[in-house]
């Protein structure tokens, strides 16, 4: 057998086992239908929240702020799926189903990526969920399909990223407890950002910081591909917000990734 062909050959199986590992988590979501509607609609809260609510007091006018917020809450929501990620990965470890298919015969990796991939399924639910939102209060795309499934793929990219980060910090955690005391963490990341205020009304460190968010980045970044419509910013993350909603989640990824597959390999030895 050829290098590449054995290569191909563990690549086949790496897909396939993470294949069967999302399956399971989809039946588990088909087990509790109520959770799982409930995380598909916290989004629609938000964005009731702070459009409705708080969108006239922010911009003046809640069907200005519609505008501005719709993109926020798409990268908002990438961020706080996570923690679904991070209780599930520590449940597992916790209840040793993650010993049990250590010891099975599948490829390295699969029950990370199959963890993941699940997520990611989610992940498109939420979109459609906000989508079909923010549609109903009279947010729309202006710059052409092209450009709108382009903002899309970004929110994608991002999740995977941060997907990546929420597998190793729940491998980490050791407890629940632990991942529900790191969720707190989520919150100021979430709004030390421009997800759902325009850093011009920031005190300017502050408006500095909030940009080189990854969630800033990609939040400006799909603003500009759903309107077609430059959005200024402090810093260079701003002024390059495609660039950097790029670079940001690959980075996740190049990092975390392996750090994640490394601890899963390493639990309880």
């Known amino acids: 057998m050829t290098t590449s062909t054995l290569s191909g050959s ?9 294949a069967i590992i999302t399956g399971r988590t989809v039946r588990h979501w088909r087990a509790r239908p ?10 629609v809260l938000i964005i009731l929240m702070m459009g409705g609510l708080l969108g006239g007091a922010i911009a003046g006018s809640a069907g200005d702020y519609i505008l501005f917020v719709i993109p926020g809450v798409l990268a908002f929501t990438m961020l706080f799926g996570v923690e679904t990620t991070m209780i599930a990965v520590t449940t597992d470890a916790a ?19 199959g963890r993941v991939l699940a997520d990611m399924l989610t992940s498109v639910l939420e979109i459609i969920m906000i989508t079909l939102a923010g549609l109903a209060l009279g947010w729309r795309w202006e710059n ?14 991002l999740r995977f990223g941060l997907l990546w980060f929420g597998v190793w910090a ?19 990341i979430g709004f030390l950002s421009t997800v759902f205020i325009d850093p011009a ?17 990609t939040a400006t970044a799909i603003r500009q591909l759903f309107t077609g419509v430059h959005v200024d910013g402090l810093t260079w993350a701003a002024q390059n917000a495609l660039t950097t909603a790029v670079i940001a989640p690959l980075l996740l990824i190049l990092v975390f990734a392996p750090l994640a597959i490394r601890t899963f390999q390493g639990l309880n030895r």
Not at 10 to 18: E, G, K, N, S
Not at 34 to 43: K, M
Not at 201 to 217: F, K, Q, V
Request: no cysteine; net charge positive; aromatic share 10%.
């Open 34 to 43: 109520g959770t799982f509607a409930v995380q598909l609609l916290f989004p």
């Open 10 to 18: 563990v690549r086949t199986h790496l897909w396939r086992d993470a």
């Open 170 to 188: 729940g491998l980490k955690a050791g407890s629940p407890e632990a991942v529900t005391a790191a969720q707190l963490l989520a919150w100021p």
């Open 144 to 157: 052409g399909l092209a450009a709108a499934l382009l903002a899309y793929g970004l929110l994608l990219w």
């Open 201 to 217: 009304t920031m005190p300017r460190w502050l408006g500095m910081i909030a940009e080189w968010n990854p969630l800033s980045a």
């Open 95 to 113: 209840k040793t189903v993650t010993d049990r298919f250590r010891s099975l015969p599948i490829a390295p990796g699969s029950v990370l990526l």
